[in-house]
């Protein structure tokens, strides 16, 4: 898997001058990064393959030229450099998700396929605010994220483990284990788990369930945010990493999110494992494809791990 830290460093050091490109280590496509004529930050990708090139978007601006050899150019050049982290991430979601294809027409499918993805983030993050009940997962997961910086874990390794914010099933991986991240109001008796997928890998999980209670004080989305940035900033790639999976999971700084004044009402902690109730394809009929279902919080409570 290609790592956001190690491909901002080779970005970062490669020279900034007309078609000044570094090869990196993708298979199998034939991937550069660099800066194009414009010296604007590009992604460039060689290919034997013609692509179906989707438009070029208000971040993104995208083209396709067949060289002399009769391979195709394809660039992906960013019109702003304000956005280079989310860039940088935006790449090597696309370039990881293309890997163990079995040629180029495949690895290129599966890169536009995700690339609409995030044409999708650009448009909702520039466009929508964010639901109340999207703001709220949110804030669990970086009130979850805070935590483990606040325990000594390096900062690097903690956002390299926020994955929900790329759409995972699990919303934290460490080492061996994952944490799925539920947040609710203070009066709320139920989580909702939307897949099978998502509390039924083998290993071993945490399900961490912060219940929220709404103040005339206490932390709003935005002072959250504000809090983790300066607890990263000791760190570059860890704080620009930060702000790109803020992007990916939909925000972008308003002054509406910080209206709404939070504290943390309650802490719930459960050890998934195969005591616990969840529903799993392995038990179910072949014939039940996909599914979302209801805890009760209340029923759940008597197998909690410990309490914050």
Partial sequence: MIDFDSLRGQWANTLRIEHGYTLIDTQPLDCHIGYDERLRRTLLILSNVESKIPPSSKSVEINQRQQRDGKFSLTLSLLSEDESAVFVEMCRDLLTCAENSSDEAQALKKFWRRYEHWQNLFAAAKNDLLTPERQRGLIGELLFLREQILDGRPLVEAVDGW????????????????????????QADKIRIPSLEQLSLERRGELVVYRLMKTSDGFTLNSLVGNLSELLNRKLSAAQ???????????????EYGENFYRTAEVMRFVVDENFPRLSKKF???AIVEA?????????KGAQLNER
């Fill in 292 to 300: 979302s279902y209801s805890l009760n919080l209340t029923a759940l």
């Fill in 241 to 255: 990493k930060f702000e790109a999976l803020l992007f990916a999971a939909g925000y972008v700084q308003r002054d």
């Fill in 163 to 186: 994955l929900g914010a790329l759409k995972e099933h699990q919303d934290f991986c460490y080492g061996e284990t994952w944490y799925e991240i539920k947040t609710v109001t203070e």
């Fill in 284 to 286: 179910l009929p072949d």
